[in-house]
């Protein structure tokens, strides 16, 4: 009983290498990855198989891919407390997954909020893969015994259907799987498009002034910030229908540290556009050290490599127990060699 309460937590969470990281990036999954490698066991994914439901092409995916991984070291995931892989190099996920796939209805895939949303943006490609995506996530997750999932609150949905999933089996088989609980930020779960703040920031936005990128320079962060869309009020308060204002707001908070009552009090008596050029210095002076660790970074893929196979190898390791365990109660016979 007592190893069980003193057994450190295992967090895993993954990140899409579809494009250069954004802000919502940072502020809703990685600062808080950051964070927990401290208090927790962290596993860490670039998630390659993820990335191929819309379409890509390989060469630039390897690049991206490479560059994710050199993104999360410049940020501060730590290969000496976190394990840090891409998912292609742990088979484990495809064949999980597989499985898992014969235990999730059509039905419930058919509600995920994800699939409606990208099958409209790319309509040419509605592909069985992005369809049975949230089965790859559950996967991702239950095969490392996961007790929590640091994500931004669009992922909430995924979650909730890993917990089913996992429940689900346990259910016929017996205790398999850990029923893993979301970890979403208080501030900043969703941080919003600056051109349209209706909309999810997101790295894959065609328009480039809706997104701050993690190697964005300091003017174009400014100069970003300074275009933001906002409502016709001057007053820097937190309100319900100043979306544009609100997340600025939050964007400030999560990276000074600041609460609202405290930015308001700030900015009172000043208006939009000093707040807006504050926001964008101060995210200018987070993100900095960021692209200047990312510039060496990503020139060194031994170095990037060797991470990733050390990471590997831990991933495989980890998760081969799961898996035997899952083709066992299942009933597949055990291999000899
Ligand atoms: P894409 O644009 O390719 O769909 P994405 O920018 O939404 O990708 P993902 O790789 O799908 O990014 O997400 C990685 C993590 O970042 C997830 O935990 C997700 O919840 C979080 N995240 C993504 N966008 C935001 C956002 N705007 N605000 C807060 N968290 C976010
Ligand atoms: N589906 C997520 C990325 C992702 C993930 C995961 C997050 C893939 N596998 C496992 C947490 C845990 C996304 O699209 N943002």
Redesign the pocket.
Known sequence: MEQNTERKKVIF????P??V?????Y????KNWKELQEDYNCIFSV?DL??IT?RQDPAALRKQTLDSVALLLASGIDPQKSVLFMQSHNSAHAELSWVLSCYTQFGELSRMT?FKD?SQRHADNINAGLFTYPVLMAADILLYKTDLV??????KQHLELARNIAERFNGVYGNVFTVPEPYI?KI??????LADPEK??????ENINGFISLLDDRDTIIRKFKRAVTDSDTCVRYAEGKSGINNLMSIYSSVSGKDFAAIEKEFEGKGYGDFKLCVGECVADALAPIREEFAKLSKDKAYLMSVCSEGAQFARRLSRRTLEKVYHKVGFVKAEN
Do not use: C, R, W, Y
């Open positions: 969470s993954g990140i899409q579809t494009g990281f954004t802000l919502g990036n502020l809703g999954a990685i998630v993820h990335a819309v994800q990208k640091p994500v931004g609150v669009d992922q930020p900043s779960a969703k941080v919003m498009s999810k920031m997101s790295k894959s936005d």
